[in-house]
């Protein structure tokens, strides 16, 4: 597997991967995370050139907030997630941002203990944040360091 930053010509085969999720994103909303100043889009891809999953950030001052992280579901439970968020806190920490906020579907279980296990902390919910299906959402928070692996 290999993490990089994603282009304009990953786009396509993003919005393919995100037809598969709940909460998905159109080519469109993916394509403005590229533009963003202070955002971060990673992807990544199989040795074969494959697109596994992607991520993106935003970052405000000393603080930034995962805004999606999709794994294809044929590569999902083999690192991929945890290597995008790896990836994605390491450049965060790097650019000096102390920490890190996401919501997450209080019905996306693996998620929220993948989380837990990567030394996320749930620090609030949001009730009925997300829609088709309606649920809740729970926010976690990651301190970062400049060693943060």
Known sequence: ????????????????????????????????????ERGTALVSTSFSGEIQGWCCGSQVDSEAELLKITVCPGWRRQGVGVALLQALCEQLAADDV????????????????????????????????????????????RTLTKDTH
């Open 1 to 36: 597997m290999h993490i990089r930053r994603m282009t304009v010509g990953d786009v396509p085969a993003v919005a393919v991967l995100e037809i598969q999720s709940l909460s998905s994103w159109s080519q469109e909303q993916i394509a403005v995370e590229l533009e963003q």
């Open 98 to 141: 102390e920490q890190i906020y996401l919501e997450v579907r209080s019905s996306n279980i693996p998620a929220c203990q993948l989380y837990l296990k990567l030394g996320w902390q749930e620090v609030g919910n949001r009730k009925k944040y997300y829609r088709n299906p309606v649920d809740d959402a729970h926010v976690f928070v």
